[in-house]
């Protein structure tokens, strides 16, 4: 779910704003290779924004796991007893009776103990690690991959048909992102379709107001 979150909002983000920043200066009435190199400039930028940014965020998770973990791992030096009770509790919170909660886990203890409390008291497993660099290169690249969508449209089309090429093109490639991400997720794909492209149609729509506002004034 990780590697879907950070794909699924690299690539929207990839659409959107390159779309978004194409349409602006396109309704500006600026040449064909301008608006190119925009997009361009765009995707290059965002691509370094986004992997930056989850590098980051993603970060900063790993530096808490880490810290928790650390913390867990002194009390187990310190209080052993308690932390066999904690866990024991866990377990009977989650329906174990209390003789057979005491038994998995001292079992589980005698086995890992850190690793039993990482992963049924902290919630910290290895499949679901914060890996910074490896969310910062799905970001980047998913971005990359988003925005090369609209830039395609942008070198193939006439520029009397440039606004609502792109415009058109992107809420389709909008919508079947949603689409593929919400059933990824086991959620209802029409729903995730409508969501992203609403958001999407509403970005490139004031967008395009604003470069068209431009243009008149220039």
């Known amino acids: 779910m990780g590697w879907l979150r950070a794909s699924v909002l690299g690539a929207n983000d990839g659409i959107v704003s390159t779309a978004s920043l194409v349409l602006g200066v396109a309704a500006a009435h600026a040449s064909g290779?301008?608006?190119?190199?925009?997009?361009?400039?765009?995707?290059?930028?965002g691509s370094m924004s986004m992997a930056a940014g989850e590098y980051v965020s993603v970060h900063s998770q790993a530096d808490s796991e880490h810290a928790e973990l650390e913390r867990e791992h002194h009390e187990l030096q310190t209080d052993v007893e308690g932390e066999h009770k904690e866990l024991a509790s866990i377990y009977v919170g989650r329906g174990l009776e209390p003789a057979l909660a005491k038994q998995v886990a001292e079992q589980l203890m005698a086995h890992d103990a850190l690793d039993a409390h990482a992963r049924d008291e902290l919630g910290i497993t290895e499949a679901f690690k914060a890996q910074p660099l490896q969310a910062a290169g799905a970001s980047a690249l998913s971005f990359a991959v988003g925005s090369a969508l609209p830039l395609l449209v942008v070198a193939l089309t006439p520029a009397a048909m440039l606004l609502p090429l792109v415009f058109i093109t992107s809420l389709v490639f909008l919508a079947v992102l949603g689409a593929v991400a919400a059933w990824a997720g086991g959620a209802k794909m029409g729903v995730g379709a409508m969501r992203i492209t609403f958001w999407g149609a509403l970005a490139m729509a004031i967008t395009t107001g604003v470069g068209m506002l431009f243009g008149v004034s220039g």
């Not at 290779?33 to 930028?45: E, K, R, S």
């Open 33 to 45: 290779q301008n608006i190119l190199i925009a997009g361009i400039a765009g995707l290059v930028a």
